[in-house]
């Protein structure tokens, strides 16, 4: 009652949405382009990469709602752990916004496409054969790496109030209602990761990456620099003031 009426299905399906576009969630669609822009560079690969993501992102997001981490993600190490993971993760990103920047002011100076330092997402040159070993090694890869960016993930604030009424449903009007809802709830919080996923294989797809105008060139590195350098130092803020604080919560950054 303290609730009140549980929230439609398209709502539900909204506070995916939102969930999907968290600071912490932005980490997973950022190593997304970065694994499919190093290691893809065949339009096969990325979409391999996608469903490698895509599924270890529903599978987390479930074995996260039951609460199968929870006997790790209690522990008051796992926020430290997090913390330091962040701030990491916000170094590397920072350095990456300035390799960005370096290739654009070369690339201003007379220097040609292929002395960047960071290749333009995703291919530069002709799409390269991929092989059925290949395929299944980036699968694992992302995979892993996905379950684990989506466990850090986890340290951001959910909406409590969502899982208070999935646990309402579910035992006092109808399971299979309930599961509907945690379904909608699943189905927003995937969409951002699919929109990525079909923007880097429509940009896989392009056959004139060598002729991009000098004005697609500087665009997408002063974009991607902008992107890499706001998620990092928003991550690297949060980290430092949960160190500062000596108080590690679970709800960061």
């Not at 299905?9 to 939102?18: E, K, M």
């Not at 969630?25 to 950022?30: E, F, K, M």
């Amino acid at each position: 009652k303290m609730f009140g009426h549980p929230p439609s299905w398209f709502s539900v399906f909204l506070s995916g949405i939102q969930g999907g576009i968290n600071p912490c969630a932005l980490v997973t669609l950022v190593f997304f382009v970065l694994v499919a822009s190093r290691w893809a560079n065949h339009p096969s690969l990325v979409r391999t990469a996608g469903w490698s993501f895509l599924s270890a992102t529903l599978l987390s997001v479930f074995l996260l709602t039951f609460g199968v981490f929870d006997v790790w993600l209690d522990r008051p190490v796992f926020a430290r752990f997090i913390q330091i993971c962040y701030l990491v993760i916000g170094l590397f990103f920072i350095r990456m916004a300035f390799l960005h920047l370096s290739d654009w002011r070369r690339f201003k100076a007379g220097h040609p496409v292929s002395s960047f330092k960071i290749g333009l997402p995703v291919f530069l040159g002709s799409p390269q054969p991929s092989d059925g070993k290949k395929r299944f090694t980036l699968f694992v890869g992302a995979f892993a790496l996905a379950v684990f960016l989506n466990i850090l993930g986890s340290a951001w604030g959910y909406d409590y109030a969502l899982f208070v009424y999935f646990s309402k449903i579910y035992h006092e009007v109808n399971k299979s209602l309930a599961f509907a809802h945690l379904l909608g709830y699943v189905a927003g919080y995937v969409v951002p990761l699919i929109i990525v996923w079909w923007l880097t294989a429509r940009w896989a797809s392009f056959k004139g990456h060598e002729c991009l105008s000098a004005t697609h060139v500087v665009f997408t590195k002063i974009l991607f620099a902008a992107i890499l350098g706001g998620i990092g130092a928003g991550l690297i803020f949060s980290a430092l003031i949960e160190f500062l604080s000596q108080s590690p919560t679970k709800d960061f950054p």
